[in-house]
């Protein structure tokens, strides 16, 4: 059978099981008396052994097989979860990370896993804690209880256990009414050669043919399969009044007749009720078919505002009736096609524990990272682009925010750190945040190391506020850190993650109190795709700001300004907001009467402040399909996008973080 089909779920469903199983082993550390979470490591790698010796990654397979006989000595009772124990199931988890992420990137599965298996095998479990008892576990999971084996019996259970497969003891009674009884356990007996390799019967088949049968039968079956499905496929054979499968037990084969179990263990099984109509389905859809979907909704979006301006002013109400009724469907098409691209913020969350428990050892720190808000939904095209600022901000909780656990108690705090990341929805934003309870930044030593560095004037050092002290070490190549460490202080971290939220046109709020710890918010819109903006004009060009950062609109008269050191600030309910003049941001050369008021300015968020833009006239609302500027446009600051008219025209759109 051709299995390559199968290869994108495979390795999708296989990166599922690894996260999971390094999830679970991060709950372990923490509480190594927890048989449910051995028990759901133990599953998670029969899974992957499963998956990976159907699809013909033996590599992968036999790395999983090892790992699940390791488990299932502590499954067993058979030892304490230490950290040496956790420790090397993290090095075979990474190992068949690497093996998945080959495969995935379309090269080979094979990883050098020979140091890796040798170093389980002499892993005793006298390390782990305690000694534990020799244990052989079936392919269903089911461990056979610890015996001592010996002569041609201990052969045949090794030569099983290197073929991969287990050994079962199976008693079986013949009903007392059948027709032929003897006839009847001659064919059972050869029913058994189909569910694996029969290693010995009582009575065997030259016994059965002389008469030897006196209602049961014993069999010893070398099988993959485990003990509840062979057990279910005997007991639907014809004549069968009861049977018993166990793991390899070498005892002598019972004498006697079983007692009978209840009838309907001879029953054959019920088939499952077919599921219900009414359930939802759940299915796998390619991300490019669903970026194409919202290209598609884009460009209907543009085609209808072109149907709209080209039938304005048209006294028709057929027409309008009409034309609602289009822009009613397209917009629940736009919405339910969104729906389609969010994505729960815990597919990149369940990586960082791992991360953040790794760059802690490195520093030789306890740390312990809550995540808060995993079922938060973001379009994926945002999610993607997440990871690596989040792990930075990480990073720079572990390696300046959080003391070292001598340092801490000294201080009165507990001896291990919290760090929190937390997504909530505010309207049409997300907000994460990743906060710690370290020491905190202290702004004017931010300040003071800006100006030793050339990087403000001994004027902005003057009269900088603490606030805005903070986002100095946004500036590229600005680190306090005292030395570079692999963790950070190489002065890369802020203004990569200030520049990748700018681009998903984002905002950054830092907030830190010294001793008490740091803040960092990242502020995102739900989507790139489709955004509702306000149409501003601007001299004789139109130019679209997103809704989001919208908060409302005013009239500026000239008793509203007042000044400031060259600021034009006017006071509204929410104090005193600077003023800018957006033609003069733009770049706009002056011209007489430029400064005129009264005009009409836009209140818009900014970093979590307010601010004014005078604007020259207001356009009216419209959705706007984002595309990406040119090359020629590519980099240049104040741009977020470019949007396209019904009529064909282009308008920019700005971006208010980097205008």
Do not use: C, W
């Not at 534990?132 to 610890?146: C, D, I, N, Q, R």
């Not at 179990?261 to 029953?267: C, G």
């Not at 002056?590 to 307010?610: H, I, N, S, Y």
Request: no cysteine; glycine share 10%.
């Amino acid at each position: 059978m051709d299995m390559s089909k199968y290869l994108k779920m495979f390795i999708s469903e296989s990166q599922e099981h690894l996260q999971k199983i390094d999830n679970l082993l991060l709950v372990l550390e923490k509480n190594p008396e927890d048989r449910g979470s051995i028990d759901n490591l133990f599953r998670e790698a029969h899974s992957l052994k499963g998956m990976a010796a159907s699809m013909g990654f033996p590599g992968l397979a036999q790395i999983s097989h090892r790992l699940e006989d390791f488990l299932d000595v502590f499954r067993q009772g058979g030892g304490t979860v230490g950290k040496g124990v956790v420790d090397i199931l993290f090095e075979g988890l990474d190992l068949l990370k690497r093996g998945i992420e080959g495969i995935a990137g379309g090269g080979s599965p094979d990883i050098d896993s020979g140091a890796f298996l040798r170093k389980l095998e002499s892993f005793s479990t006298a390390e782990a804690g305690k000694a534990a008892p020799s244990v052989h576990l079936t392919p269903e999971g089911v461990a056979a209880a610890p015996v001592a084996v010996k002569g041609e019996e201990e052969r045949i259970l090794k030569e099983a256990q290197e073929r991969g497969l287990g050994l079962l003891n199976l008693h079986i009674n013949i009903a007392e009414d059948a027709p032929l009884p003897t006839a009847r356990a001659y064919i059972t007996l050869k029913k058994l050669k189909d569910l694996g390799e029969l290693v010995k019967a009582s009575p065997d088949f030259e016994e059965i043919k002389k008469g030897k049968f006196k209602g049961a039968l014993f069999a010893l079956l070398a099988t993959a399969k485990g003990p509840p499905q062979i057990k279910r496929t005997v007991a639907t054979y014809p004549d069968i009044a009861a049977v018993e499968v166990s793991p390899f037990l070498p005892s002598p084969p019972p004498s006697g007749p079983l007692r009978p179990e209840p009838v309907e263990a001879a029953k054959p099984p019920v088939p499952p009720m077919p599921p219900s109509l009414k359930r939802s389905l759940m299915m796998r859809v390619e991300a490019r078919l669903l970026d194409d979907l919202i290209d598609s909704v884009g460009e209907l979006i543009i085609a209808k505002s072109g149907l709209v301006d080209q039938f304005k002013g048209i006294p028709s109400r057929p027409l309008k009736e009409g034309m609602d009724r289009l822009e009613s469907l397209i917009g629940s098409l736009h919405q339910q096609a969104l729906k389609l691209r969010m994505m729960p913020i815990e597919l990149i969350a369940d990586r960082f524990p791992r991360a953040v428990r790794d760059l802690a050892r490195k520093k030789g720190k306890e740390v312990d990272l809550e995540i808060v808000g995993r079922d938060i939904e973001l379009d994926r095209a945002i999610l993607e682009e997440l990871p690596d600022p989040l792990l930075h901000l990480l990073r720079n909780s572990i390696d300046h925010g959080v003391e070292d656990p001598e340092e801490r108690v000294r201080l009165g705090k507990p001896p291990i750190g919290t760090i929190r990341l937390e997504a909530l929805r505010e309207k049409e934003f997300v907000l994460i945040k990743v906060s710690d309870d370290g020491q905190g930044m202290d702004p004017a030593q931010i300040r003071r190391l800006a100006l030793e560095r050339g990087i403000i004037s001994k004027e902005q050092y003057d009269t900088m506020s603490d606030e805005d002290s903070l986002y100095l070490i946004t500036l590229p190549g600005f680190s306090t850190a005292r030395e570079v460490s692999e963790v950070s202080g190489r002065g890369v971290g802020m203004d990569v993650v200030k520049t990748a939220v700018e681009a998903l046109r984002g905002s950054l709020l830092i907030e830190s109190q010294l001793g008490v710890g740091t803040t960092v918010t990242l502020r995102l819109p739900l989507t790139l795709a489709i955004i509702q903006v306000l149409m501003v004009k601007v001299g004789a060009e139109t130019y679209a700001i997103p809704l989001s950062r919208v908060l409302r609109t005013i009239e500026v008269s000239p008793r509203m300004v007042q000044r400031s050191q060259k600021q034009e600030l006017i006071a509204l309910e929410e104090g005193l907001v600077p003023l800018f003049r957006l033609d003069r941001l733009l770049g706009y050369p002056l011209q007489a009467g430029d400064g005129r008021l009264p005009r009409p300015a836009v209140l818009a968020e900014r970093r979590g402040k307010t601010v004014g833009l005078v604007v020259d006239g207001l356009l009216g609302y419209r959705e706007a399909v984002v595309k990406p500027l040119g090359k020629a446009l590519k980099g240049v600051r104040g741009f977020a996008g470019v949007t396209i008219l019904g009529d064909g025209s282009l308008i920019l759109i700005l971006d208010l973080n980097t205008l």
